[in-house]
């Protein structure tokens, strides 16, 4: 059973710049989660993908948005790049039921200059 | 709101030594509580779970759990720690406030196992 798949692995964008990342999640898996990873803010909650919809959101600004398609596959993008946004996003794909865990991906890893 | 703390930011064990990481939570209602473990560059690797039942967890690469309602606790534990275990370890407790599949994690803690 193939794991979850983020592409790209590393970025590197400038200031203002915008950027998407994609994760494929487990087969069968309806629900896709994004974190943000920063040494000092550690793992925070972006938002949560069931079935095309958003049903979770976390405390972050508009510049940061998602979608998720009819295959599962989801995409974050961040508009207006700024330096802060270098972080680690991690891509988590989950089943239905809340008492199963999530499955992670390798993340990837963006770096704003 | 649902939280979990990971009161150490480092763990230093010596390799064949016994271990723990400690975690405790504060949750309305019955946790869902995970542990994951992150190598460099990597993604969280899921390692146990309580959902209900047995206290005591058993999960991946000897790896086990404690659950303990009255301390609020779920502290991760190895009977004889390798060097291969040093990593970054989260614990996390499923937002039963949202309903839906969102983690609150904790801080992390840094395991150095010596050999």
């Known amino acids: 059973k193939a794991g979850v798949t983020q592409t790209p692995r590393y970025l590197i964008k400038t200031r203002g710049q915008q950027v998407t990342l994609s994760c494929s999640p487990i087969?069968?898996?309806?629900?896709v989660s994004w974190y943000q990873q920063t040494p000092g803010q550690g793992l925070q909650f972006l938002f949560e993908?069931?079935?095309?919809?958003?049903?979770n959101k976390g405390n972050f600004p508009g510049r940061f948005s998602g979608r998720q398609f009819s295959n599962s596959r989801s995409e974050m993008n961040v508009s207006t790049l700024e330096l802060g946004d270098s972080a680690l996003y991690l891509c988590?794909?989950?089943?239905?039921?809340?008492?199963?865990?999530?499955?992670f991906g390798q993340g990837t890893r963006l770096t704003v200059v | 709101a649902q939280s979990v703390a990971q009161p150490e930011d480092q763990v230093n064990v010596a390799e064949g030594n016994p271990l723990t990481v400690k975690c405790t939570y504060s949750v309305s209602g019955n946790p869902y509580l995970f542990w994951y473990v992150q190598y460099p560059n990597r993604g969280l690797q899921f390692l146990l779970k309580y959902i209900t039942g047995d206290n005591l967890v058993k999960g991946s690469y000897g790896f086990e759990a404690e659950f303990n309602k009255s301390q609020t606790s779920f502290h991760l534990k190895k009977p004889s720690a390798l060097v291969s275990d040093s990593a970054l370890y989260f614990c996390a407790v499923r937002d039963m406030d949202t309903g839906f599949q969102k983690l609150v994690f904790g801080t992390g803690t840094r395991l150095l196992v010596s050999p």
């Open positions: 087969s069968g898996h309806r629900s």
């Open positions: 988590a794909s989950s089943g239905e039921a809340l008492n199963t865990e999530a499955f």
């Open positions: 993908y069931f079935s095309e919809t958003q049903r």
